[in-house]
């Protein structure tokens, strides 16, 4: 394929994923208080590894307050490489318009789906400043309408990653030649560069993950047996022992979420294998939905994602964010529904 036809394929795969080169304007209501006006990424089509920003403009009506998170819920190949900004202007009619800027990763070629927004919002209270706020702000106890917050989640569609101009080369090189010689042949220079290039990310990618095991042998102690959970009562008691280890305090926070979705993971798994600890936190939502139900699950989910990013991602809440989401987890399963 020719680098003319493979953008043109690139392109094509990102307007399915539901966004087209440039600006792409989406008047999209995100729940009573705000709307998204628009989203577009620099460079229009990065490069694959290449860190790209994602802007969002996000437009807030009069008196509304709406916390944007530090970073985005990662989709399957996409997720954030560091912590987002915003800036505010005037909007029409009293309104406020706020452009927010993220840091962007993609790890796969072609259409990429685009992380998504998570976005929590309410009206000022009076005396109150309207406007963006940073989701750290927001209150420790669960959230829930009754508390006059909104929640929504913006999905953002997809971006068309392009290889790396070496990768391309040596794929346009790839042509039928005729048989070499013994004494030499027509070898493509940029074979070697890509073949070259290629090993040296690999043994990049195999030091920061020996590092990463390096440091977490010398941080965690040895996690002790894993009980099994007949029972809601179980459950209750292996995340109230939890809590009570305090290791989202003392600097262990991915343990403390990983142990918390893992008391969930082994709960809804007891009769059923496929929801055992092989699941992802996404995966485990996911089966969650299919069994019970959009409803069931729906305060699950926020919580869920958080240890996700925690554990595979760059953010890391405070130990009061963590316990939110904790006491979010804890009240799913004392009320989860039985069958």
């Known amino acids: 394929m020719t680098s003319r036809a493979r953008s043109i394929a690139l392109l094509l795969m990102a307007v399915l994923c539901g966004t087209a080169s440039g600006q792409t304007t989406r008047q999209t209501q995100v729940g009573s208080s705000a709307r998204l006006i628009g989203f577009t990424n620099e460079p229009v089509e990065p490069e694959f590894g290449e860190v790209f920003t994602l802007r969002i403009n996000v437009r807030l009506a009069p008196g509304a307050i709406a916390f944007f998170p530090d970073t985005l819920l990662p989709a399957n190949a996409s997720f954030s490489a560091g912590s987002g900004n915003w800036t ?5 009619a009293d309104s406020v318009d706020v452009h927010a800027a993220y840091p962007v990763l993609a790890v796969m070629n072609g259409g990429v789906e685009l992380p998504s927004l998570e976005l929590w919002t309410r009206r000022a209270a009076p005396g ?36 790396l101009r070496e990768m391309a080369a040596a794929e346009d090189a790839l042509i039928p030649r005729p048989a070499a010689d013994v004494e030499g042949g027509n070898w493509a220079a940029g074979v070697f560069v890509a073949l070259a290039l290629l090993g040296l990310a690999a043994a990049l990618l195999a030091w ?20 099994e959970l007949h029972t809601r009562a179980d459950a209750l008691r292996e995340l109230d022992r939890i809590r009570e280890l305090g290791w989202h305090r003392n600097g262990r926070v991915i343990d403390f ?18 929801h055992g600890a092989a699941l992802t936190s996404s995966e485990l939502v ?25 554990k595979f991602g760059s953010y890391r809440p405070s ?5 939110r989401d904790w006491s979010t987890v804890r009240a799913w399963v004392e009320s989860a529904p039985e069958g």
């Open 319 to 323: 130990a009061d964010a963590a316990e």
């Open 286 to 310: 996911a089966r969650l939905r299919g069994r019970w139900g959009d409803g069931a699950v729906e305060a699950l989910g926020s919580a869920v994602w958080a240890a996700e990013r925690a």
């Open 128 to 163: 109150e400043a309207a406007g963006p706020k940073s989701s750290s702000a927001l209150p420790a106890a669960p959230l829930d309408s009754s508390g006059g917050f909104e929640h929504a989640v913006v999905y953002l569609g997809g971006v068309p990653i392009i290889p």
């Open 208 to 227: 920061l993950l020996a590092s990463r095991a390096d440091g977490d042998a010398a941080t965690r102690a040895d996690p002790p047996a894993e009980p």
């Open 88 to 92: 505010v202007t005037p909007g029409p």
């Open 257 to 274: 979420y990983d142990e918390t979705t893992g008391v969930l993971r082994r709960y809804c798994g007891r009769d059923e294998p496929e």
